[in-house]
Nanobody, 120 residues
Framework: QKQLVESGGGLVQAGGSLRLSCAAS????????MGWFRQAPGKEREFVTA????????YYLESVKGRFTISRDNAKNTVYLQMNSLKPDDTAVYYC?????????????WGQGTQVTVSS
């Protein structure tokens, strides 16, 4: 079955960096756009970033532009999220997602999430 498994979350001080990974299986990874979302306590899940099947045309939430970078390795069926200059407001559970909408409006498969906590 289709599966997305995130890893790389943890506790980091403000200004630090983390790299999240999402390993996909059970489908043709290179056909799908990939995205990262996050959900902070008491808040709705929000879109963070997405990238198309070829690794181009990334799109970012305004508040993470210049700090976060999405990339993918189709040979490894993995998408990454490099997060630099982390802020306490970045604290959330981060989810990866896969979909076929190259407008990044719909995602059909979701991982279980990985916790990112940024201390001040």
């Amino acid at each position: 079955q289709k599966q997305l498994v995130e890893s790389g979350g943890g506790l980091v001080q403000a200004g630090g960096s983390l790299r999240l990974s999402c390993a996909a299986s059970g489908y043709t990874f290179s056909y799908y756009v990939m995205g990262w979302f996050r959900q902070a306590p008491g808040k709705e899940r929000e879109f963070v970033t997405a990238i198309n099947w070829s690794g181009n045309n990334p799109y970012y939430l305004e508040s993470v532009k210049g700090r976060f970078t999405i990339s993918r390795d189709n040979a490894k069926n993995t998408v990454y999220l490099q997060m630099n200059s982390l802020k306490p407001d970045d604290t959330a559970v981060y989810y990866c997602a896969a979909g076929l909408d190259d407008g990044y409006r719909r995602f059909d498969y979701w991982g279980q999430g990985t916790q990112v906590t940024v201390s001040s």
